[in-house]
């Protein structure tokens, strides 16, 4: 059952803008830390933004002053706002969700593509 839906994937040109957005299902109880990653083919899949059930943020060093993360507690939505895209931004993005209960639990979206043409 697909319990983290993302959106917002597409293709944007270099210096453009996109957003991203993944809501987790009600049935998920305790939602911590929600957050991005992103997998570019032949890597390894990197930490892209965080952010903490209380609004602390946290940033890769790549994505710092371009990217936004922001949440919804009461729709359970995480949202990624991308500005100035680079074409390294280029990669699959999936949405993270980390749970506390009943136990700690990981959460994966099925990911959705960002290319960035030069």
């Known amino acids: 059952q697909v319990q983290l839906v993302e959106s917002g994937g597409g293709l944007v040109q270099a210096g453009g803008s996109l957003g991203l957005s993944c809501t987790a299902s009600?049935?998920?109880?305790?939602?911590?830390?929600m957050g991005w990653h992103r997998q570019a083919p032949g890597k390894q899949r990197e930490l892209v933004a965080t952010?903490?059930?209380?609004?602390?943020?946290h940033y890769a060093d790549s994505v710092k002053g371009r990217f936004t993360i922001s949440r919804n507690n009461a729709k359970n939505t995480v949202y990624l706002q991308m500005n100035s895209l680079k074409p390294e931004d280029t990669a699959a993005y999936y949405c993270n969700v980390k749970s506390r209960i009943p136990v700690i639990q990981d959460y994966w979206g099925q990911g959705t593509q960002v290319t960035v043409s030069s």
């Open positions: 009600r049935s998920i109880f305790g939602i911590d830390v």
């Open positions: 952010i903490t059930s209380g609004g602390s943020t």
